[in-house]
């Protein structure tokens, strides 16, 4: 698979961010390494960042070995499309360590000159390999403001005003963190779950937006860990207020 031509076309149909994961998973590799082509770049923390066919293939290998080893299944979430990226949301249920887990795992795709196109990979597996370190995230080059609820939550997680982001949030509100679990307004687990996130950095221009979810890129310093790019994923309710936050660290 190192020939740049390429040919019979991909057999992946739909946005690179919604079939990047399901291809690994059900082991597609060819049709996903004909889909990516030589202007991709994967970025994944933990089999690390390729942009070139001689290593985008093997990143691929190692990655769909990993979840073939879990017996990994993907079940879809949520798909975003921005202006120059799109987002997609999925749940891996798997094996690690002979124990059986659930993994929100989330696919950026931005979109750049000359059809170049960057995927980053979010998630955090339990007992997972040490942590490549990532290239620095890069704010966009098209000016999107953040929408002003977003905007709202995220200001006031970086002064620590947590009061005044869980107004931002429905009665029936929750977050749901990079581990699966569920923090819910009503019983207080959600103004404890967004004080222990730390501090947060957002990249400018880093979003996509279509109205019902945002799906935003920052670097997260959580309380005792360190500094680590994640995407935050806010999920408008009817109210117009978030009805969910989901957290994809790494």
């Known amino acids: 698979m190192t020939d740049d031509a390429r040919e019979p076309p991909s057999t992946l149909k739909g946005r690179l961010a919604d079939v990047y ?15 990516l082509g030589n202007r991709a770049t994967v970025d994944d923390p933990l089999h690390g960042r390729a942009s070139s066919l001689v290593s985008l293939d093997p990143l691929i290998g190692r990655a769909a070995a990993y979840f073939a080893q879990g ?29 059986a887990c659930r993994v929100p795992i989330a696919v950026v795709a931005e979109r750049r000159r000359l059809r170049e196109i960057e995927l980053r990979i979010y998630y955090a597996p339990p007992a997972r390999p040490v942590r490549l370190p990532r ?10 403001p953040l929408p002003r609820l977003v905007s709202t ?10 009061e005044q982001a869980l107004t931002s949030f429905e009665e029936a509100g929750r977050a749901v963190d990079g581990h699966g679990k569920e923090h819910a307004k009503a019983n207080g ?19 996509a937006d279509d109205g019902r979810t945002c799906c935003v890129e920052v670097t997260l310093t959580r309380k005792g860990s360190e500094s680590s790019p994640a995407l935050l994923s806010f999920e408008r309710g009817d109210t117009g207020l978030v009805r969910e936050l989901r957290v994809y660290w790494e």
Do not use: C, K, N
């Open 135 to 144: 290239s620095p995230l890069m704010g966009s080059p098209i000016d999107t």
């Open 21 to 35: 994961v399901p291809a690994l998973v059900s082991g597609s590799l060819e049709a996903l390494s004909r889909r």
């Open 189 to 207: 687990a959600l103004g404890a779950f967004l004080a222990e996130l730390g501090h947060i950095d957002v990249v400018s221009g880093g979003a």
């Open 71 to 99: 017996a990994a299944t993907y079940r879809h979430v949520a798909s975003t499309t921005g202006v120059d990226r799109d987002a997609a949301e999925g749940m891996l249920s798997m094996t690690i360590g002979g124990e």
């Open 153 to 162: 939550v995220v200001d006031s997680l970086r002064t620590g005003a947590i």
